[in-house]
């Protein structure tokens, strides 16, 4: 076999082993998102491998806040915007809950009045 051959059996091969199943995954997935006060969910469709921090965006330009004032939780554990539906292993129908930040205004001296 010459090195032509050998370059070329080893080139087929990587291709073949980078080839994804495409059938079975797709490279969107469907999330919705309920805020703690809206009744209705509203539906994203979200690649696989983007960052949450667009979802998280977009949410909170339609709600009119800045993104940062939700903690957006996936089964009562915290989404970071770093995190993508891939790390997540989200699937098309996942529920994401976006919950309004509050800080606890509770300190001992100022609960204690004598």
Same mark, same amino acid.
């Not at 797709?26 to 539906?43: A, K």
């Not at 998280?56 to 004032?69: C, F, I, L, T």
């Not at 939780?73 to 539906?85: A, K, M, Q, V």
């Given at each position: 076999?010459? $090195? $032509?051959?050998?370059?070329?059996?080893?080139?087929?091969?990587?291709?073949?082993?980078?080839?994804?199943?495409?059938?079975?995954?797709?490279?969107?997935?469907?999330?919705?998102?309920?805020?703690?006060?809206?009744?209705?969910?509203?539906?994203?469709?979200?690649?696989?491998? $983007?960052?949450?921090?667009?979802?998280?965006?977009?949410?909170?330009?339609?709600?009119?806040?800045?993104?940062?004032?939700?903690?957006?939780?996936?089964?009562?554990?915290?989404?970071?915007?770093?995190? $993508?539906?891939?790390?997540?292993?989200?699937?098309?129908?996942?529920?994401?809950?976006?919950?309004?930040?509050?800080?606890?205004?509770?300190?001992?001296?100022?609960?204690?009045?004598?």
């Amino acid at each position: 076999m010459s $090195t $032509t051959a050998k370059f070329y059996e080893r080139r087929k091969v990587k291709k073949e082993g980078e080839k994804r199943n495409v059938a079975s995954e797709s490279t969107h997935v469907t999330l919705n998102v309920r805020g703690q006060d809206e009744e209705e969910v509203r539906v994203f469709k979200v690649r696989r491998k $983007t960052k949450l921090l667009k979802l998280m965006q977009y949410y909170s330009d339609m709600r009119g806040v800045e993104w940062n004032a939700f903690r957006f939780l996936l089964d009562g554990s915290r989404n970071r915007e770093y995190h $993508t539906p891939d790390d997540l292993k989200l699937k098309d129908g996942d529920e994401i809950d976006a919950m309004l930040y509050q800080e606890s205004g509770f300190s001992p001296s100022s609960s204690m009045i004598f």
